[in-house]
């Protein structure tokens, strides 16, 4: 073997092993914030947290129901807004779009992703709060739905442009029109990434607690319908973490497993139920 | 995919339906006082199952700002309202706004200095001279004057402020604009001020966080939070020239010495206050109610709310650490609660 | 693929000499219609935005003009407004977390498409993409109760004397500070870059890498040479996310960046950043200036995200190759 081709087995050797250390530390740090949570946040969690509303100071025994389901109802409002937009957009900027079109909205995404969450929330509270004064979920999900559009968009994009032309191609030659091809062969193709999109932004917006404090508010009770205040995981644990009480400190952590655990389930679900996209060839 | 839809909606649906038997009242404000208004308002509404009192602590100008623009149904604040503010309330909604002092509190000088366990004394100039970068080292003359039996280092002082606008930072600015012209004139009296010197810690939590981890620091927290995370506090002098040790009763003293003088709107400011108990940085804290209100439900529930508050109310307060108000002060309240229409 | 789109002819004469109408009856027009409504509404929102940014920041424009970019000075009390420390700060960290969390992640992303099982990969994925479900504020916390003892303690002052001779690496080791902001913000935005990078890798089709492969070249020149220019499209798209990602974070920042307007050269010095002065005095602004010019910081913000974004793209550009795998702007 020449010591060109000794040094760059090596190399070879040595960059992938980097790639593997680089995974590992990656996958390390979720475990060590996963342990964290369950050391500081594990004791609080009980039937009583997923089910009794939030008690006063010095009492134990509250919960976070109403922030569990307040944070579900917003997610779902959400993903109305940012799911199809994001979705469909994608499609337009794949298969439909000249270059120049692309290029403007992929920009205005880039930068809409920019905006602080806080910002966002402000924007949103000049848009649906002040005119109707008075603070609601319907606020709430449409400043987190604004901020799944980009990931969204992005990603989907990406992942649907990474559909081999030969799948494209093959459609084509069988004569179906653009609109057949893009929901028969191509979407599904790139399922597994749309779906990977979809979840990453819901992973994304499901932990802003900024956006929501001029939109959804808060609440210590139940919130029903729509259009008044609720609370949320990410104030709950904002709120309990910045007081001066050792219980309410737990319950954030436990807060911040519950959210964790939540997406968790949420991932595992989606891909049990919808991961049913053609296998496209993998090296 | 028909099935998953037709759920979807289902859940909509009925995430959607609304049940109406409770009144729901808004307020949103000071950060301070959140542990005790939300003792307050889940023990009321346990006396009135009907009655849903919903508050979140999103920072006093926040809460002057939602009640002005009447997203909310009342206000909370640790600074009153300036002329300015009920300006601009009675020019939107045609009608005043009013105080209520609640409870009250102390902030007191925190610091973290390895080997010194005592308690120390500043006297305004030393608390001055630090947080405007003029006095930089723990064994300054300024501070060891008053400390007399301490050995203090002869390390740099890094003054921990908080980082985001606050009623903490603006009753201790408030302090030092009284104590110090030259404070007042170079940093002024406010909840953001340009601070000269020293790192910004989030919430009453950051900066006894960055107190704990920092060596030599000093920094101004509420008194329940030093109190809860043990860490030393010092005494100030006061007014009338003794090192008063911040304590609930030390608070309760400084507002008595101004009760015979309370104006009126209660907008008033109590630190540096006379007398030989008052700790002198010591403020109310306020509930802002609108005289007028269309809803008259909401109306009566509020003044019910309100007058239980200054009553049965006030003995919560000093379990949580808050001072409760001086009688004077109570009972003039009461005849203020009559102005509501 | 190019970056061109291509257009299906339907079946029957050329698309250009049908009517309008006998188009739209084929789905194809319909859909190109629908989907461009939804594309163009996130242009409308975008634009929306900085109309509301630009409205609402007219007193400080009026007031201070271009000096709010040259200003150092932000003095609530006495009413004066400078963005420089703010946009220093936003710049460094979001610099400092893209240092770190880019060569990680894409080292991660090649691991994970490349080399590791299918099974093993999937797993690994699954818990990664779990980085960007915990709340800021927890990343906030963590960041105050492990990384900020951390770093005053261990790696600040192990920096300084390996590398102290650096102005970068100088000045006291308070804990909090523009590094540490960017370390947090590092471990924010890697689950984007391993996600999408590894997704775009584990889709550049097979021969690829084995006309590389039967070239001779090892395993790692064909993922470096071959694999990952081909997916640079993806990548770069997931960069721009996480770039976005770490302009924009507001909570976890201001719990470790120390929360002073300071321009210092030191990565140990506190700082502040756009994002976490708007969140920090927006709830308390009392004032109309003091509000615009917290207003006019994202409008900043925005101008920044704005020309950062173009300065990527113009790098992409340049740097391309014609024809080669699925670059795209």
């Known amino acids: 073997m020449s010591p060109r081709l000794r040094w760059r087995k090596f190399v070879s050797g040595f960059m992938l092993t980097m790639t593997g250390v680089c995974a590992a530390v990656s996958v390390a740090v979720l475990f060590f914030i996963l342990g964290y949570l369950v050391y500081h946040g594990g004791t609080s969690i009980s039937w009583n947290f997923f089910t009794k509303l939030p008690a006063p100071v010095g009492e134990t025994g509250g919960g976070m129901a109403n922030a569990i389901v307040g944070s579900a109802k917003l997610l779902l409002l959400a993903s109305l807004v940012g799911v199809p937009i994001g979705f469909f957009g994608a499609i337009y900027l794949a298969e439909f779009s000249g270059g120049t079109t692309a290029f403007v909205v992929r920009y205005a995404a880039d930068l809409l992703n920019g905006v602080p969450s806080i910002v966002i929330g402000i924007f949103a509270y000049s848009l649906v709060v002040l005119p109707f004064k008075h603070f609601s979920t319907l606020a709430g999900g449409f400043a987190i739905g604004l901020m799944m559009i980009p990931i969204t968009l992005r990603s989907t994009e990406e992942f649907l ?47 802003e607690t900024a956006p929501l404090l ?7 009770f139940w919130s029903p319908g729509w259009n008044q205040p609720t609370a949320s995981l990410p104030v709950m644990i904002f709120t309990y973490a910045v007081a001066p009480y050792d219980d309410w400190h737990r319950q954030a952590w436990a807060a911040g497993l519950v959210l964790l655990g939540l997406i968790l389930v949420l991932n595992i679900v989606a891909r049990a139920i919808l991961s049913r996209g053609i296998a496209v060839p993998r090296a | 995919m028909k099935r998953i839809t037709g759920l979807f909606l289902a859940v909509l649906v009925l995430a959607g339906i609304a049940w109406a038997d409770a009144l729901s009242i808004n307020g949103a404000g000071a950060t301070f006082p959140y542990p005790m208004y939300s003792k307050w308002f889940d023990e009321y509404h346990k006396k009135n199952a009907n009655l849903q009192i919903n508050y979140q602590s999103i920072g006093s100008g926040g809460g002057i700002k939602q009640v002005t623009e009447g997203t909310v149904d009342f206000g909370a604040t640790d600074g009153p309202m300036n002329d300015e503010q009920l300006k601009a309330y009675s020019d939107k909604h045609g009608s005043g706004i009013l105080h209520f002092p609640t409870v009250m509190g102390a902030v007191v000088p925190t610091y973290n200095i390895p080997g010194v366990s005592a308690e120390l004394n500043f006297t305004p100039e030393a608390l001055a001279g630090i947080f405007l970068g003029k006095v930089t080292k723990w064994n300054d003359p300024v501070i060891a004057g008053a400390n007399k039996g301490v050995k203090l280092p002869a390390e740099d002082i890094v003054v921990v402020h908080r980082a985001e606008a606050s009623g903490t930072t603006y009753v201790w600015t408030d302090y030092l604009s009284k104590v110090s012209p030259e404070w007042k004139s170079s940093v002024g009296t406010g909840a953001a001020p340009k601070w000269p010197v020293g790192l910004g810690g989030k919430g009453n939590e950051g900066v006894t966080g960055t107190i704990k981890n920092t060596p030599n620091s000093i920094g101004y927290v509420e008194l329940i939070y030093a109190e809860s995370n043990k860490i030393p506090y ?93 009688k004077e002060v109570v009972a003039k309240e009461l005849k203020a609660i009559d102005k509501i229409q | 693929m190019a970056t061109s789109t291509t257009t299906v002819p339907s079946a029957g004469p050329a698309a250009g000499s049908r009517s309008f109408l006998s188009r739209l009856r084929d789905g194809d027009e319909i859909a190109r219609l629908i989907t461009f409504l939804f594309a163009a509404s996130v242009v409308l929102v975008t634009l929306l935005l900085v109309l509301e940014l630009w409205q609402g920041s007219v007193l400080p424009r009026h007031k201070f003009g271009f000096n709010f970019f040259r200003t150092s000075v932000w003095d609530p009390i006495f009413e004066q407004f400078g963005a420089l420390p703010f946009i ?15 060569p990680l992640g894409i080292g991660a992303a090649i691991f994970l498409a490349e080399l590791a099982p299918v099974r093993v990969s999937d797993t690994l994925e699954f818990f990664i993409d779990l980085l960007a479900a915990v709340p800021s504020v927890i990343y906030g916390l963590l960041g105050v109760f492990i990384v900020v003892p951390l770093m005053r303690v261990y790696i600040q002052p192990t920096l300084k004397h390996t590398l102290g001779f650096l102005p970068l690496f100088q000045g006291p080791a308070y804990g909090v500070g523009f590094l540490t902001a960017g370390i947090v913000l590092a471990i924010m935005v890697i689950p984007y870059i391993i996600s999408v990078s590894r997704e775009v890798l584990l889709s550049v089709p097979r021969d690829q890498r084995e006309a590389a492969l039967s070239l001779g070249s090892t395993r790692w020149e064909s993922t470096w040479k071959v694999v990952v220019p081909f997916a640079r499209g993806g990548i770069m798209g997931s960069i721009f996310l996480a770039l976005a990602r770490a302009l924009g974070e507001t909570m976890a920042v201001t719990m470790v960046i120390g929360n002073t ?3 210092s050269a030191s990565l140990f010095s506190p700082g502040y950043s756009i994002a976490a002065v708007i969140a920090n005095e927006f709830t308390e602004a009392t004032g109309d ?8 910081l994202g409008l900043v913000l925005f101008i920044l ?17 014609k024809g080669a795998g699925m670059g795209h702007a």
């Open chain 1, 214 to 220: 001029f939109t959804a508010f808060g609440n210590r």
């Open chain 3, 305 to 321: 995200t704005f020309i950062l974004n173009g300065l990527a793209r113009l790098l992409i550009v340049a740097t391309s190759q």
């Open chain 2, 234 to 326: 010092g005494s100030v002098k006061n007014a009338s020239g003794v090192f008063v040790k911040p304590s609930l009763a030390a608070v309760s003293a400084a507002a008595a010495a101004t009760a015979k003088d309370m104006p009126d709107d209660f907008r008033v400011s109590i630190t540096n206050a006379p007398g030989k108990a008052a700790y002198p940085i010591s403020s109310f804290t306020w509930l802002l109610i609108p005289q007028k209100f269309t809803d008259t439900s909401k109306r009566d529930a509020l003044k019910g709310f309100l007058k239980w508050a200054l009553a049965d109310g006030q003995n919560y307060a000093e379990s949580l650490s808050y001072a409760k108000l001086p």
């Open chain 3, 88 to 102: 220093y700060g936003t710049l460094v960290t979001a610099g400092v977390a893209l240092v770190i969390a880019v």
């Open chain 3, 261 to 263: 307007p300071t321009i």
């Open chain 1, 161 to 207: 442009r990474a559909v081999p032309r030969a799948l494209r191609e093959g459609a084509m030659a069988l004569g179906a029109s653009k609109w057949k091809t893009i929901s028969t062969v191509i979407v599904p193709a790139a399922y597994r990434g749309i779906l990977t999109a979809v979840l990453l932004a819901f992973a994304r917006v499901a932990g």
């Open chain 3, 289 to 296: 200036l003091y509000l615009q010019s917290l207003i006019e």
